[in-house]
């Protein structure tokens, strides 16, 4: 596969005494299907970035660092291969009934039993957009590329990174075992084993992997002025209902995953906020309603869901300021 980001880890030569490189960072969250919002998002830029609609520049390439955790780490590892924004959308929309298929008593068999789902389609789907993904191995991918996932055998949350990043996987991990382990969900796929290590979903500990990429781009370009763009996947992070509360321990089982997960990504966003101000740092998140959350779900891909995740992602866009756009623009670009 041709390298898509020739030598864009080498700071330029002649740079006037004083002037920092500016390094562009992309995180993307997680959220199962709710991903197709960010796909959404990215294809939507995308076109707006390019002179040629019909010939668009792929969205990785205007980024130096891009990171992300759960369906973000599959869409990350996807832009860094030089995939484009609308294939993205495609094979999501096309595929995504498959990896998610309806089920009865769907929320009761993620409590008891097996997990529902089978990472199979979910390869599949990846070959597409990748189709050497089982060969190439993250630790000789050049673009600079961060998954998050958490090691079941040692507690920790445990960074992948390609062989620019001070991250690199010595493990031997190929794209797609990498992409399988920063994406198996608790309750919905099983555990991603590799070697004597097993792997689960990094959402349950970066869900929003934002400060996990502000970290790693400081160390890769420690005198550069870094940007970040984050995108959400219209998680509903607006709070929740006192009253609805759970008052017996088996039905905090899916309430308490969601907790931890939201509440680690509003801190991430809020930390990097400050960090880095309004000018280096720009979040394209939209939650739903109350009304549209209960049609969204992390496993629900059906024409709904995927009707009302398009709306959103439009919208989110469409109700930009022009001083927000100006921003926006100005990481990008």
Known sequence: MNDPFPD???????????????????????GGYRGMFTAAVIASLEGTLSADPKKPIPFGQHFDLI???????????????????SDLLAILEDQGGKIFPAMRLRRFRKLIGNAPYKPDHLRAAIKVLIHDADKLLIGQHRPGLLLTTVNWTTSKLHLL???????????????????????????????HAFKHHLFVDGGLAANAPDLQALQCAGKMFPDAEIQMLSIGTANPL???????VPGRGFQWAKPV?????????????QECQAKLGPSRYFRLNVPPS???????????????STDLLLTLANDCLKSLSPAQKNELMSIIR
């Not at 864009?8 to 997680?30: A, D, E, I, M, T």
């Not at 992300?68 to 860094?80: D, E, K, P, R």
């Open 290 to 304: 109350a009304a549209q959350a209960k049609h969204m779900d992390f496993d629900v891909a059906n024409k709904l």
């Open 161 to 191: 990174g390609s062989q620019s990043t001070p991250e690199k996987d010595m493990l031997g991990l190929t794209l797609m075992d990498a992409m399988l382990a920063t994406s198996a969900a608790p309750a919905h796929f099983p555990a």
């Open 238 to 244: 607006h709070g929740r209902d006192p009253s609805a």
């Open 8 to 30: 864009q880890f080498n700071l330029p030569p002649g740079l006037p005494p004083g002037v920092k490189k500016r390094v562009k960072v992309l995180s993307l969250s997680g």
């Open 257 to 269: 995953i969601e907790l931890v997960m939201n509440a680690q990504e509003i801190l991430a966003v």
């Open 67 to 85: 990171a992300g955790t759960s369906i973000g780490g599959i869409l990350a590892t996807a832009l860094s291969c030089g995939v484009k924004g």
